[in-house]
Nanobody
Framework: VQLQASGGGLVQPGGSLRLSCAASGRTLGTYAWFRQAPGKERSFVAA????????KYADSVKGRFTISRDNAKNTVILQMNSPKPEDTAVYYCAADSRTWIAGNMHQQSAYDYWGQGTLVTVSS
């Protein structure tokens, strides 16, 4: 399984940006986005279960970011609305064959497959 993340770039505060994570090979059970800001550890952003679209978000992005799936393209989308400068980071998509419960979806150790990362810079 290979994950290909795309869509990063420069966005102004209050704008919008759409990240995509395309999975090749097969459909997996749970998908997630993590991010790593300069000088910080990688942290959880959002996750979705493929089967029932159950989602989970970090408190810092709730109400601004939306994770969704595109069945036809076997792709997971992270819609970033009203981004803030503190959202600047390299964003990584991750996936696992298991369908995780909500209590596990935020854990990096829950995911076996990782994409290469895409840089998002929020700045005016």
């Amino acid at each position: 399984v290979q994950l290909q993340a795309s869509g990063g770039g420069l966005v102004q505060p209050g704008g919008s940006l759409r990240l995509s994570c395309a999975a090749s090979g097969r459909t997996l059970g749970t998908y997630a986005w993590f991010r790593q800001a300069p000088g910080k550890e990688r942290s959880f952003v959002a996750a979705i279960r493929w089967s029932d679209r159950n989602t989970k978000y970090a408190d810092s992005v709730k109400g601004r970011f939306t994770i969704s799936r595109d069945n036809a393209k076997n792709t997971v989308i992270l819609q970033m609305n009203s981004p803030k400068p503190e959202d600047t980071a390299v964003y990584y998509c991750a996936a696992d064959s298991r369908t995780w419960i909500a209590g596990n979806m935020h854990q990096q150790s829950a995911y076996d497959y990782w994409g290469q990362g895409t840089l998002v810079t929020v700045s005016s």
